[in-house]
């Protein structure tokens, strides 16, 4: 058993000013398996691979690879000792090529100083055809799919003679086939001998690649477990501490009054052709593939783009918004999918954050009335239940899940009559997650309307009261209660134009 | 809003930890680092030269100071914004130049200063309309800008500086009067100081600059006017600029035109030692106070210790450096944590 031991990690303390980010972790990665690391936003996973791939050292505790005593003191490293580190965001140059970003920073030399790129393509080549792609090594890599700028990353690790492959979060931007082929490589690498940690939020996937499952909550470990003698259930049950019973809240039967209609909205290419209405009280799926416009068609709403044709009436009333600030007015709410680069204000207070579409409301002879900046603030932390050290907090130290809510709280704060949300779920935790979905039903039952944009089929499903349909700019079809199904959505996703008319 | 962060951290620490510890918090706030660092060179410095505590030499570095200082406090909130703004030595000299100019062919020197600040506003909402509405580049905007105000200011002069005789005593006392024996001049900077970093902290319309330089997009998403709140910061430092060299014309009561040269580069300067991220959303007006008087302290020590004036601009370099240096080491591990 012992010599089976790849890498063990013993005792793993590590404190950030205010947080203990892990507390005593111990866990052992064998030879050859894939060990799928689990755990909410937060819950230290982040912490304990940069201090394994040598990007952060430990306060405390020691690791040991190959029965050798292991301390990194940088990533250049843990390279060398043979971890390799594929992050979530890619850290490939896009402007040169796969053979030049998998020999980056030790391209083999000739002649004096001149870089060989001759063997550096050759070499990569040979690693390419390992995995059947048929990618040449002279492409520049942001001609490249994310799916095989990723396996660029594998092969630049593997060239290293790594012996532990860390994967973080692998599958969030790959499609289902991808993720297929991803999951060939790895049992491929397994064969190899090479043991892979494997991090992801989604358990379908962790169940189906990963061998041993080990689950970390508030920075310390919870349990490592095999993956046959467990279940979705009892990880899920472990990562937030308690057993979610049900992922979704009841369905409102009965919607209220129309608050917003839309008739013939058309945008260019972006969409055509697009009437709905939102009731207050219900939830409304937008639906669709990813680039079916249904993004677009909120945005263009809600004055943060432009639409061509087509009315809008608030409570009966045309209207227009040009910009952000008059949807506001009128209480209309865009929750941004986007959220660092278009949602949050990372490097301010969390106060401050969610403030900002209250200003008028804090405002006192021109100046910001501190006192109802507090209560105001305080209120939404308290209603969503935002984990912080406290008000002046920068948002950039939240965890995904609680930076979600600040966002979420900053529209609240408007008192919205309609609230678009744009994958309002997509990156954040479990827990987090439910907290949102049972928030959002809340709302709901207090008159708002509130229109959910998704590519998370069972959220859809889950969620809504009344789906609308997209595909390429156009509305496909429009279902109601029991008709919202998986079979029914995908059919009309993918419903061709000239059927609709 | 960083100032808070750091009053509440002092809290906390005289609270939960001994003196040491409070100290160590206290450091890592740039306003109370720069403070004792003024505090020590002074000491060190009247140590090796009598001179410095005279009355007479430190009124004279405080007049010194106020012309940069006042031009520092609207390249803060610049910086705040994530822009600076480069015209602003220049749009201090041709403020100068063009109350001087009209004073020669007998326009009243208040009226024709009054003329002039609306001058350096027009060139502040000149370069906020370019950046703000139509969307160019501070850098580009500015920068043409600072090329035309200085070039305008030697066409209105034929190059060689104007001097004023016979001006009104009353012009005369705003740059170089007295007020029970402080200086008019840095009275009216310690005044805009106050002001300012009050407004910068607590005014509504301020705290939308940090907004706008913490995210952009986001701003305008929240509903924030991001074209008028960029167009309002560069008319402010177009005014402060102007304001700025009206005074210095007061003070020599010579128009020239090559007044402010460099100010702009002096003042992002300061700004940054003082705490100000070129990649804005963060800065206060008291932290760049304190750097243009930290780099006026060392300019002193540097004349009173007969050192040559070459060595200024390399010192100040230095300064520049050592400051970032200093925030990139105390902030680092802020950066990777997650």
Not at chain 1, 310 to 330: D, H, M, T
Not at chain 1, 365 to 389: C, F, M, N, P, Q
Not at chain 2, 265 to 288: D, F, H, K, N, P
Request: aromatic share 6%; net charge positive.
């Amino acid at each position: 058993m012992e010599d089976k031991v790849l890498l063990r990690i013993r005792n793993i303390t590590k404190i950030f000013p205010g947080v203990k980010a892990l507390d005593q972790v111990s866990l052992q990665v064998e030879v050859g398996e894939v060990h799928a690391l689990v755990g909410e936003n937060g819950a230290g996973k982040s912490t304990l691979v940069n201090i394994i791939s040598g990007v952060l050292r430990p306060d405390s505790g020691e690791m040991t690879l190959d029965q050798r005593k292991y301390a990194p003191a940088n990533p250049r490293e843990s390279q060398i000792l043979g971890i390799g580190f594929v992050h979530q965001e890619m850290a490939l140059c896009p402007h040169l090529s796969i053979a030049e970003n998998v020999f980056i920073g030790r391209l083999p030399r000739k002649l004096a100083a001149l870089a060989d790129f001759e063997k550096a393509r050759v070499e990569t080549g040979g690693l390419l055809k390992k995995f059947a792609t048929d990618l040449d090594p002279k492409t520049k890599v942001q001609e490249l799919t994310i799916a095989n700028q990723q396996i660029v990353e594998i092969i630049k690790a593997l060239s290293l003679d790594c012996r532990l492959l860390i994967l973080d979060e692998p599958t969030s931007s790959l499609t289902e086939a991808e993720t297929e082929n991803l999951f060939q490589i790895i049992t491929d690498l397994k064969s190899r001998g090479i043991s892979i940690l494997y991090i992801s939020h989604r358990l379908s996937e962790v169940f189906q690649i990963c061998d041993r499952i080990s689950v970390l909550r508030d920075g310390g470990l919870v349990k490592t477990l095999a993956v046959a003698d467990t279940s979705e259930d009892e990880v899920i049950s472990q990562m937030v501490g308690r057993s979610i019973e049900a992922f979704y809240p009841a369905k409102h039967p009965n919607a209220g009054e129309e608050i917003l209609r839309v008739e013939d909205l058309s945008c260019g290419k972006k969409f055509q052709h697009i009437s709905f209405s939102v009731r207050g009280g219900e939830i409304l799926g937008l639906s669709g593939l990813i680039g079916a416009g249904r993004s677009e068609v909120a945005r263009a709403l809600c004055g943060i783009d432009r639409y061509e044709k087509g009315q809008v009436y608030l409570y009966g009333k045309k209207i227009r918004f040009n910009n952000s600030y008059e949807a506001i007015q009128s209480k209309i709410a865009y929750l941004t999918e986007n959220r660092k680069t278009e949602g949050l204000f990372l490097k301010l207070a969390i106060k401050t954050n969610i403030v900002v579409t209250s200003l008028k409301t804090i405002t006192r002879r021109k100046l910001v009335d501190r006192g109802k900046e507090e209560s105001l603030t305080r209120k939404y932390i308290e209603i969503l239940r935002i984990k912080t050290a406290g008000l002046q907090q920068k948002v950039l130290n939240l965890s995904g899940g609680n930076q979600q809510k600040v966002m979420v709280a900053k529209w609240l704060a408007i008192n919205p009559v309609v609230l678009f949300m744009d994958e309002p779920t997509r990156g954040i935790d479990v827990g987090a997650k439910t907290e949102i979905h049972y928030l959002m039903r809340e709302l709901c039952n207090r008159g708002i309307g509130i229109v959910l944009i998704s590519s998370e089929l069972p959220e859809i499903i889950g969620m809504c009261d009344r789906v609308i349909v997209m595909n390429e700019g156009l509305k496909t079809g429009e279902l109601v209660g029991e008709e919202i199904t998986e079979e029914n959505i995908m059919r009309l996703a993918a419903a061709k134009k000239n059927k609709i008319a | 809003m960083d100032r808070n962060l750091g009053e509440q951290t002092i809290k906390r620490g005289l609270e939960k930890e001994g003196m040491l510890a409070f100290l160590g918090k206290a450091f890592a706030l740039r306003e109370f680092t720069l403070f004792v660092i003024i505090i020590l060179c002074s000491v060190v410095l009247s140590f090796f030269t009598p001179h410095f505590l005279t009355g007479a030499n430190i009124s004279t570095t405080a007049i010194g100071l106020a012309a940069d200082g006042i031009i520092a406090v609207g390249m803060t909130v610049a910086l705040v914004l994530g822009g600076f703004d480069l015209s602003v030595g220049s749009v201090m000299a041709l403020s100068g130049v063009v109350a001087g100019s009209l004073y020669l062919s007998g326009v009243n020197i208040w009226l024709a200063a009054f003329v002039a600040l609306i001058f350096g506003m027009l060139c502040g909402l000149i370069n906020g309309y370019f950046i703000g509405h139509v969307g160019l580049n501070p850098f580009i905007t500015t920068l043409g800008m600072m090329s035309i105000a200085r070039g305008a200011s030697y066409v209105l002069t034929q190059g060689s500086p104007l001097s004023l005789p016979g001006i009104a005593r009353s012009f005369k006392f705003i740059g170089g009067g007295r007020i029970l024996g402080f200086p008019v001049m840095v009275l009216i900077y310690v005044l805009i100081v106050i002001i300012m970093d009050f407004a910068l902290r607590r005014s509504t319309a301020l705290r939308q600059v940090f907004y706008v330089g913490s995210n952009e997009k986001a701003a305008s998403l929240s509903g924030i006017n991001v074209s008028k709140v960029k167009t309002g910061v560069f008319f402010l430092t177009g005014t402060l600029a102007a304001i700025t060299g009206i005074l210095t014309l007061s003070r020599f009561t010579v128009a020239a035109p090559n007044a402010g040269m460099s100010a702009e580069m002096r003042a992002i300067a300061a700004c940054v030692i003082g705490g100000a991220s070129l990649s804005g959303g963060e800065g206060t007006i008291i932290g760049s106070a304190l750097g243009v008087i930290l780099l006026a302290l060392v300019n002193n020590a540097l004349i009173l210790l007969n050192v040559s004036v070459y060595w200024q601009d390399l010192i100040t370099g230095m300064i520049l450096i050592s400051a970032v240096l200093l925030d990139f080491f105390t902030h680092r591990s802020s950066f990777l944590h997650k």
